[in-house]
T-cell receptor
């Protein structure tokens, strides 16, 4: 069964460093998302991406964040200068867009900022 | 802003019993809802969905009920098994193509 894959599964980085989290959405999907989940809290929306541009973003997604679809398969989240409060699990998700409205999540990338 | 919330943050049930997990939503414009299961250290896993033009939908051992009058959603799990132990989130979608808003989650613990 097709699935969303994410790398790395866990990354530790120093405060102020740049981080890139990578995702390969399900191949025939058109909509892509990043969500995050701080430990013990609910899943929070960051950004959605469609047709090679951001379609919606939350207040969390400030100028330190950016997304890119550099090729036909990858979808990346970049945090330019990490802060301690960026420590969280980051989930990539995708949705077909042609049939059904369900979004499917990857297993997540756990980011620890020290 | 609009939000999705859960009545019970934790739920413990005996193995074999039925579980009911509840969710309240406040946005009357929401037209699509999903229940996700999240096991420790993993991503949310789709369980079942329901559109606002329905009030009940059944899957394998799971049933979702939607009461639009009181803006309430529930997930029923029949014959709960140890493998059902997880955090369950409801998520609402306001319109096609929009993002999903998640509730805070309910932890389900299945007792032997």
């Amino acid at each position: 069964e097709p699935e969303v894959t994410q790398t790395p599964s866990h990354q530790v980085t120093q405060m102020g460093q740049e981080v890139i989290l990578r995702c390969v959405p399900i191949s025939n999907h058109l909509y892509f998302y990043w969500y995050r989940q701080i430990l013990g809290q609910k899943v929070e929306f960051l950004v959605s991406f469609y047709n090679n541009e951001i379609s919606e973003k939350s207040e969390i997604f400030d100028d330190q964040f950016s997304v890119e679809r550099p090729d036909g398969s990858n979808f990346t989240l970049k945090i330019r200068s990490t802060k301690l409060e960026d420590s969280a699990m980051y989930f990539c998700a995708s949705r077909n867009g042609r049939i059904g409205n369900t979004i499917y999540f990857g297993e997540g990338s756990w980011l620890t900022v020290v | 802003g609009e939000s999705v919330g859960l009545h019970l943050p934790t739920l413990s049930v005996q193995e074999g019993d039925n579980s009911i997990i509840n969710c309240a939503y406040s946005n009357s414009a929401s037209d699509y809802f999903i229940w996700y299961k999240q096991e420790s250290g993993k991503g949310p896993q789709f369980i079942i969905d329901i559109r606002s033009n329905m009030d009940k939908r059944q899957g394998q051992r799971v049933t979702v009920l939607l009461n639009k009058t009181v803006k309430h959603l529930s997930l029923q799990i029949a014959a709960t098994q140890p493998g059902d132990s997880a955090v369950y989130f409801c998520a609402e979608n306001i319109g096609y193509g929009q993002n999903f808003v998640f509730g805070p989650g309910t932890r389900l613990s299945v007792l032997p």
